[in-house]
């Protein structure tokens, strides 16, 4: 389900846009970057001064960490990438432009970049073992931990957009000129709707019950936003899909029954299909519908 949603993620290509680098060897330092290639590029950069670089640094070692070959090596890389992104968030922070609109936006869709690093690379792989054997595999701190830092950054992201999107009327002409307008709705759109998808996650990790509830239950509301406001276009399947297997957790199987009926249609994405069909013979199992 993790992978599906990570491919819906496209605030990295926003940002790139927004920050490309000055010298002529840019696309040479970009490839480093999608190659995995940190320690070259972090002695090319000379460890990093820019947010610019930084970033460049945080996408390298986050690359690296895809690659690597042992565990041993994914914790170092990831160890690495995370300290960058810090590092490249607190230098966007610090920036003369922070109080800008558009250095606003960037600043958000910086919190959502790394958050969705979290879940694609961090979390991805662990997340599935532990949803695919209903809990008995899988490393439960670990994962509460991580996705608990992606929903941190998620709603960072939200909350610095949250007076832009309040009164847009009167910001779109300054953030269409700035060429921020669309990254603000998308990071506005990708924070809101992997909120809903790291509560469930934290919710089904919960064993309190009033927490796990609680969790569940901002996840469902998160979910019904995206669909009530009706600018979520083709990712509307997976909001349906969330919202169903929120329902279905909280135990309101009749409910979620119905909901995942809104998944299916002729513009399904087939993964989508797949997963929902899934989730929804769990929640007849669930409910104790065997035929």
């Known amino acids: ?38 320690e070259l590029l972090e002695t090319r950069l000379a460890g990093g001064r820019t947010p610019d ?4 640094l945080a996408k390298a070692y986050a690359n690296k960490a895809r690659r690597a070959a042992t565990s041993e090596q994914r914790r170092g890389a990831w160890e690495n990438a995370g300290a960058h992104y810090e590092r490249w968030l607190k230098a966007l922070q610090a920036a003369p432009s ?5 250095a ?14 979290l879940l694609s ?21 670990f994962l509460t931990r991580v996705l608990t830092l992606a929903r941190t950054h998620y709603e960072q992201a939200t909350a610095l957009l949250a007076p832009l999107r309040a009164d847009l009327d009167r910001h779109e002409d300054a953030l269409l000129a700035a060429g921020a307008y669309d990254t603000l709705l998308q990071t506005q759109l990708d924070a809101t709707l992997n909120l809903g998808w790291t509560s469930y996650y934290l919710g089904v990790l919960e064993q ?6 609680e969790l569940l239950s901002a996840a469902e509301r998160r979910f019904q936003e995206l669909i009530a406001g009706g ?11 969330g919202q169903a297997m ?7 199987t009749d409910a979620a029954e119905k909901t995942f009926g809104y998944v299916f249609g002729p513009d399904t994405p087939p993964l989508v299909e797949a997963q929902a069909r899934c989730e929804l013979a769990r929640c007849q199992i669930q409910a104790g519908k065997y035929d």
């Open 53 to 56: 670089e930084l970033h460049l």
């Open 121 to 141: 690379v961090q979390a991805a792989g662990v997340l599935d073992e532990f949803t695919l054997t209903q809990g008995r595999r899988g490393d439960r701190e």
């Open 104 to 117: 606003v936006v960037r600043l958000a869709a910086a919190h959502a970049e790394y958050a969705g690093m």
């Open 208 to 213: 309190a019950q009033a927490r796990r509830n």
């Open 246 to 252: 929120a329902q279905r957790e909280l135990g309101r």
């Open 1 to 38: 389900m993790l992978r599906i949603l990570c491919i819906l993620l496209t605030i990295g290509a926003a940002l790139a846009a927004a920050q490309t680098p000055p010298a002529d060897d840019a696309a040479e330092l970009e490839r480093l970057a999608a190659d995995g290639l940190a």
């Open 231 to 241: 600018q979520v276009g083709s990712m509307r399947h997976l909001c349906y899909l």
């Open 98 to 102: 922070a109080g800008e609109l558009a």
